[in-house]
């Protein structure tokens, strides 16, 4: 069974700054990996989503890395703002359809 | 509408009630997915719909959950007798074709919930 884990739980920092989340998964068999934002109250927005064939994925300031081998995504995140603040969730697809396997979020907080 | 809509966004209820949840897909989206997400946590993936179809309920927790898509497009989550660890947020999510090889790469759009509270 397919297990995810992110770390850190929770991150702040100050605006400005570049800072990853860490995602790792083990089953390595996936067809793909997901990142979601979810804001309080809302429903997720997918962010990237980086084939199994891919090692990237990039969309303005945010850059998604998949090494399968070790099990491990990664989330860029350039020049931090206030608005980036919310709940970051990678999530892996593995089997025939589209069901998902969610890890249980990074809270970012991002201070003026 | 242009995304997926759940109602009510907002349930409370007393143990031991019936709830029903609606999801209404993104028009022309053939799969529709069912997740549950307890405070703090990831969602949890709890049944899949492919038209009319329930082709996985592997995740629903108890009999008391209960799913249906009668017409291949809004689809109703029941929970029967509701319990207090039923507590979360209902979400819902559709996609073109999850079983098309060409769509697994195409991501899931959610609704934004209902919140569901057992007093």
């Known amino acids: 069974k397919q297990e995810v884990t992110q770390i850190p739980a929770a991150l702040s920092v100050p605006e400005g700054e570049n800072l990853v989340l860490n995602c790792s998964f083990t089953?390595?068999?996936?067809?793909?990996l997901q990142w979601f934002r979810q804001d309080p109250g809302k429903g997720l927005t997918s962010l990237l989503l980086?084939?199994?064939?891919?090692r990237e994925q990039t969309s303005g300031r945010l850059n998604a890395s998949l090494d399968k081998s070790s099990g491990r995504s990664t989330l860029y995140i350039a020049a931090s703002q206030p608005g980036d603040s919310a709940t970051y969730l990678c999530?892996?697809?593995?089997?025939?359809?589209?069901?998902?396997?969610f890890g249980k979020g990074t809270m970012l907080l991002v201070s003026p | 509408g242009a995304g997926v809509s759940q109602s009510p966004r907002y349930k409370v209820a007393k143990r031991g009630q019936d709830v029903a949840l609606r999801c209404d897909p993104i028009s022309g989206h053939v799969s529709l997915f069912w997740y549950q997400q307890a405070l703090g946590q990831g969602p949890e993936f709890l049944t899949y719909f492919q038209n009319e179809a329930q082709l996985d309920k592997s995740g629903l927790p108890s009999d008391r959950f209960f799913a249906e898509r009668p017409e291949g497009s809004v689809s109703t989550l029941k929970i029967q007798r509701t319990q207090q660890e039923d507590s979360a947020v209902y979400l819902c999510a559709s996609s073109l074709d999850a079983r098309d090889l060409s769509s697994y790469n195409s991501p899931l759009h959610f609704g934004n919930g209902t919140r569901l509270t057992v007093t």
């Open positions: 980086i084939q199994s064939s891919q």
């Open positions: 089953d390595s068999a996936i067809y793909n």
């Open positions: 999530a892996g697809m593995n089997s025939g359809y589209s069901t998902l396997t």
